[in-house]
């Protein structure tokens, strides 16, 4: 759920930059804010092997126009490295892939994430090392449970997660039960309070 998209991303604004990550067998969010604003520049990311395998047909938009492109690594912080599919995939943090991709000291319109419990160790790395960018729309699943024995631990990242979310100037707007995942999984938006306020006085203007 995108908080006045219209607003926070204007039609007539030249460009914009938009990261997804953990794409999976979908791409029906990137293109739909393709369609919508075709304008952005969105970058998808997913370092399954059986969906970089399939990347163009899980996504034929990707054949349509050079603004989307597929990259094969996931969302890291403190871990580098995942076993997926029985391969080891890289995860780059956020600053990292910014970096790769030339993206260094842009604003990101959207980064969304689903990056299946890695989502508070991107995070708190990203806080850590002070490589948090500009960020307006901030769209990520949550767990509080990966499976197994509980995990104390990730009640406790959960919070942390949520008090340098607000610290940084983000706002909760939209949060909501995944319906397709676990008892333990939820939806979270936050938009960029300063953001969002010079959105609106640009439009009063």
Same mark, same amino acid.
């Given at each position: 759920?995108? #908080? ?11 460009? #914009? ?9 979908? #791409?029906?969010? $990137? ?9 952005? $520049? ?9 969906? +970089? ?11 349509? %126009? ?22 080891? +995939?890289?995860?780059? %943090? ?15 319109? +959207? ?10 160790? &991107? ?17 990520? $699943? ?8 509980? /995990?104390?631990?990730?009640? +406790? ?10 610290? &940084? ?8 039960? /995944? ?7 939820? $939806? ?6 300063? &953001?969002?306020?010079? %959105?609106? %006085?640009?439009?009063?203007?």
């Amino acid at each position: 759920t995108m #908080c006045d998209p219209e607003c926070i991303i204007p039609k007539t604004q030249p460009s #914009c930059l938009v990261y997804s990550f953990g794409v999976g067998q979908t #791409c029906s969010f $990137e293109h739909q804010v393709w369609t919508e604003h075709p304008n952005c $520049e969105i970058h998808l990311f997913d370092p399954t092997p059986s969906v +970089v395998r399939s990347s163009s047909k899980i996504c034929p938009t990707l054949e349509l %126009s050079r603004r989307l492109q597929f990259h094969p690594w996931g969302l890291g912080g403190y871990q580098t490295s995942l076993n997926i599919e029985g391969k080891t +995939v890289e995860l780059l %943090s956020l600053g990292a892939t910014m970096s790769r991709l030339g993206h260094s000291g842009r604003t990101l319109d +959207v980064f969304k994430f689903d990056v299946e419990g890695s989502e508070y160790d &991107a995070l708190r790395y990203s806080f850590d090392k002070k490589e948090m960018p500009a960020i307006n729309l901030l769209l990520f $699943e949550g767990h509080m449970y990966m499976g197994g024995p509980p /995990n104390p631990t990730l009640p +406790v990242a959960f919070r942390e997660t949520m008090t340098r979310l607000e610290s &940084a100037g983000f706002r909760l707007y939209h949060t909501e039960r /995944n319906p397709y995942g676990s008892w333990a999984d939820f $939806e979270a938006a936050f938009v960029n309070k300063t &953001a969002l306020q010079m %959105s609106y %006085s640009a439009k009063e203007l």
